[in-house]
């Protein structure tokens, strides 16, 4: 009896037959897809192109590549790369520029399948007949250089330099845009943009020289529009190619990379941006422009760290409050060391240019976008009006037409009268945005950083700051050592006694507070619904246990949990923690480290690669997918570290440095603060980043392995965050709708509803539901939006709280679900 593969097979060779290219090559990937007998897949299929009628085999061959650039299955992508070899190599063997020009164009897609010397010889064939090469044939030359395939240097080298080519490879948006817009300019003109391209793709150094600037602003001078049109190039940067390119079984994403060899032209384009007048868009395409570059690929890394200095050097040439703002909003967010590096000497320069600390010029570098007061902004458009609001914390726009009238979008007299106003408006919004949580951020590690302030300043830089202040004013200060906050229009205690002057002023930290103050604060900022950018109040202690108190010399709280290794990395470098991705292939490991030079410690939090099967514990690069963790310990800051930076050719290495060990410092010895502040750290990797986080592994994940400790993970014991978590849901649930219907349990948060109870879980967010403690697996969205059911939080940050309150308000009245992954499990 015919299978449904045997009717695949059928369908092929029919299509094959009809000539019906299009059809067939979906109908080739399908197959690959679905037919695991890897012997029989290829002869079927090779038997079903032969019969596809002479003369459209270029067709087909293009057509399967353009299917096969989109494919991610790696096996799938090599039996069509197998088909795609068979296909093209009659036309690389032929020798004539008809078979030439079919074999290039196919390379130009597929990388790095021809040696150097065999993509020169089709070349000189299609020369020798009088054709040009084509420039996507050029461009894939010039990567193939860049990468060094196959002897490409050699063979390409030479022979590129003979070519009159742009000097920009197309298949990008910006190069593209930039190749197109300079295309349609008079002659004249697009001579000299060209020769501008050309200088720009000399800029091989880390910086311009005097001479390379001199050249470059000469061949700026009687340009049209320069500024307008390379900011309009560099805000295309990073955008998905135009040209998907078919990768190689030992490649990585190169589509979501930057393509190497314009790589340095753009980033002599972004020098040169900067030698331009000054135009208040110009550090805003450059900051997003370094955040792009520093956006990873998976198996590769960052983007393109090159353009990202280049990004932050163009933006520290440029002597304006703007430039300094992006530099200062980019050092808070960047984790990227080699540009942060970057980014904190350009900081540097302007502090010592200015005669001022590193932190006030951090404070003074945050601009007031237009806020006329703290956390607003009213703009008008003729008649009609915007009023930007940030002062919960959230950036929202109220528009107002000319009639006065509320209404939920644009007014269309503003779009039709006032486009220009209305884009730098709509880009103010977004930096907003962005420095609010740069600066939260900022804010957050000035618990560790033990910043004082002299009152005055901070009150204009901080409390009366138009941006900053919607952040100071829900914040918890000591001013003279006293606790205060601010409360309609003035600083205030707990017990309402206003605070007019003071000499000294810090942020606040719970630890050493009473314990009848910390809940003094938390009812207050719960009574004023004050919802904080981070934790403050309710921020979780981590003080010495016993146990610690016994291993003296290190904390094993957190050690033998299962990470995600690739979103703990993410994680330990928003926090400021140093740390390389695990390989399969090392020998030994480095632990994660954090340095604390206001205290003279490191902290380091012991990991290791876990798993020995390539592929299945590990991503196409080799990096381990998961990590075991272990120990935290803490030593002095000038202590030799068990491995030392070797980095060298644009790669970190790292190597074992023989020195004396060092005895970690006695944690009993650690500042309360200081070992709370990192356990807090620790304790956020882990409840972010581990296995037992994830709903869908009740299967214990690939081969059931870390069954057990999905189990114990999540429904054990609560963490640190988990309990803070459930004191706020044992104030919190009464005031729910669903208070009849929910309690707070031990560990969970227990709802009734009409056909199961529900424990949620206060750690993970998992749920047993009745009878017999049934797992109910709910994938919550990466967003939670509106979802808890715009229930007053007391912080920013946590985004499992957001989860359960949701889970719990839908179960609550779990007769109305109606998604079929959720009310299939109930039925059962």
Same mark, same amino acid.
């Given at each position: 009896m015919p299978t449904p593969l045997d009717d695949r097979a059928k369908a092929m060779a029919e299509l094959a037959r009809r000539g019906d290219i299009e059809s067939l090559a979906d109908e080739v990937v399908a197959y690959a897809a679905a037919d695991n007998d890897r012997g029989r897949r290829g002869s079927r299929v090779a038997n079903a192109l032969r019969l596809v009628p002479a003369g459209r085999g270029p067709e087909l061959l293009m057509a399967l590549l353009e299917r096969c650039c989109l494919v991610t299955d790696a096996e799938q992508r090599q039996v069509i790369n197998?088909?795609? *070899?068979?296909?093209?190599?009659?036309?690389?063997?032929?020798?004539?520029?008809?078979?030439?020009?079919?074999?290039?164009? @196919?390379a130009a897609r597929h990388t790095a399948y021809f040696g150097g010397a065999e993509q020169r010889h089709m070349a000189e064939l299609l020369l020798e007949a009088g054709r040009p090469v084509p420039l996507e044939v050029v461009a894939m030359m010039r990567r193939a250089v860049a990468h060094g395939y196959w002897g490409s240097v050699a063979a390409l080298k030479p022979f590129l330099a003979r070519l009159d080519a742009p000097a920009l490879n197309p298949g990008e948006a910006w190069a593209d845009r930039a190749l197109t817009d300079v295309g349609s300019l008079d002659p004249a003109e697009t001579t000299r943009w060209h020769a501008l391209f050309r200088h720009a793709a000399t800029a091989t150094s880390a910086k311009p020289s005097q001479k390379w600037e001199t050249a470059g602003r000469g061949l700026l001078d009687g340009l049209t529009e320069p500024g307008d049109r390379l900011r309009s190039w560099l805000t295309l940067v990073g955008r998905p190619r135009t040209v998907r390119l078919n990768r190689?079984?030992?490649?990585?994403?190169?589509n979501e990379s930057l393509d190497p060899y314009n790589a340095t032209p753009l980033r002599g384009l972004v020098w040169l941006a900067s030698f331009l007048p000054e135009h208040p868009e110009t550090p805003r395409v450059l900051g997003a422009l370094v955040e792009t570059s520093l956006r990873k690929v998976a198996g590769i890394g960052p983007r393109s760290p090159k353009i990202a200095n280049a990004g932050v050097y163009a933006l520290s040439r440029i002597p304006s409050e703007n430039a300094l703002a992006q530099i200062a909003r980019l050092a808070a967010r960047v984790t990227f060391k080699g540009t942060l590096k970057e980014l904190n000497a350009a900081l540097d320069a302007r502090a010592a240019a200015l005669g001022l600390s590193r932190d006030e010029v951090e404070e003074l570098a945050v601009p007031a976008y237009g806020l006329t007061e703290a956390g607003r902004r009213v703009e008008h458009f003729g008649a009609a009006s915007a009023t930007l609001d940030a002062t919960s914390g959230t950036v929202t726009v109220t528009w107002q037409n000319s009639a006065g009238k509320v209404v939920k979008s644009v007014p269309a007299s503003v779009r039709s009268e006032h486009p220009e106003q209305l884009a730098e408006f709509k880009a103010a919004v977004k930096d907003v945005e962005k420095m609010l949580s740069a600066q939260a951020e900022r804010l957050d590690r000035q618990f560790l950083g033990q910043r004082v302030w002299q009152f005055e300043a901070w009150r204009s830089r901080y409390l009366d700051h138009p941006l900053v202040g919607t952040l100071a004013r829900r914040l918890i200060w000591l001013v003279d050592d006293v606790p205060c906050a601010y409360g309609d229009g003035v600083l205030r205690t707990h017990e309402d006694k206003e605070i007019a002057a003071g000499e000294s002023v810090r942020l606040w930290h719970p630890i050493g507070r009473e314990v009848a103050e910390v809940l003094a604060w938390r009812g207050w900022l719960e009574d004023r619904r004050v919802t904080q950018p981070f934790k403050q109040a309710h921020r979780e202690l981590y003080l010495l246990t016993a146990a610690e108190e016994n291993t003296r010399l290190y904390s094993n709280r957190y050690a033998a949990h299962i990470l995600r290794q690739h979103q703990f990395h993410a994680l330990a470098a928003a926090r400021g923690w140093r740390n390389r991705l695990r390989l399969m292939v090392d020998d030994e490991y480095e632990p994660a480290t954090r340095e604390l030079p206001q205290?003279?410690?490191?902290? *380091? @939090?012991? /990991?290791?690669? /876990?798993?020995?099967?390539?592929?299945?514990?590990?991503?196409?690069?080799?990096?381990?997918?998961?990590?075991?963790?272990?120990?935290?310990? @803490?030593?002095?800051?000038?202590?030799?570290?068990?491995?030392?930076?070797?980095?060298?050719?644009?790669?970190?290495?790292?190597?074992?440095?023989?020195?004396?060990?060092?005895e970690p410092v006695p944690l009993a010895e650690v500042p309360p603060l200081v070992l709370s502040e990192v356990l807090r750290d620790v304790d956020l990797f882990v409840g972010v980043a581990s296995v037992g986080n994830d709903p869908t592994w009740q299967d214990g994940g690939p081969d059931g392995r870390f069954r057990e400790y999905w189990a114990s993970y999540s429904f054990g014991e609560l963490s640190g965050t988990a309990q803070t978590r459930r004191e706020m849901l044992e104030r919190l649930v009464p005031r729910l709708a669903i208070?009849?219907?929910?309690?707070?349990?031990?560990r969970f948060l227990v709802v009734r509803g009409d056909l199961r109870t529900y424990k949620i879980h206060l750690g993970s967010g998992n749920i047993l539901m009745s009878p017999n403690d049934q797992y109910l697996c709910i994938v919550p969205k990466q967003s939670t939006g509106s979802s808890t059911g715009n229930v007053f939080l007391p912080f920013d940050g946590d985004r499992v709280l957001a989860v359960i309150l949701s889970k719990a308000l839908m179960l609550a009245k779990d007769t109305q679900i109606t998604d079929p992954t959720i009310t299939q499990q109930l039925r059962r």
């Open positions: 197998q088909l795609l *070899e068979t296909l093209v190599k009659p036309y690389s063997t032929t020798g004539t520029p008809d078979a030439a020009e079919v074999a290039l164009a @196919f190689t079984q030992w490649e990585q994403d190169i205290w003279g410690l490191r902290a *380091e @939090f012991w /990991i290791e690669g /876990i798993g020995d099967d390539w592929g299945a514990d590990t991503t196409e690069s080799g990096a381990y997918l998961r990590l075991a963790t272990d120990q935290v310990r @803490f030593y002095p800051i000038n202590a030799p570290e068990h491995y030392a930076h070797a980095g060298g050719g644009g790669y970190e290495q790292w190597v074992h440095q023989e020195a004396e060990p060092t208070a009849e219907r929910a309690t707070v349990d031990g």
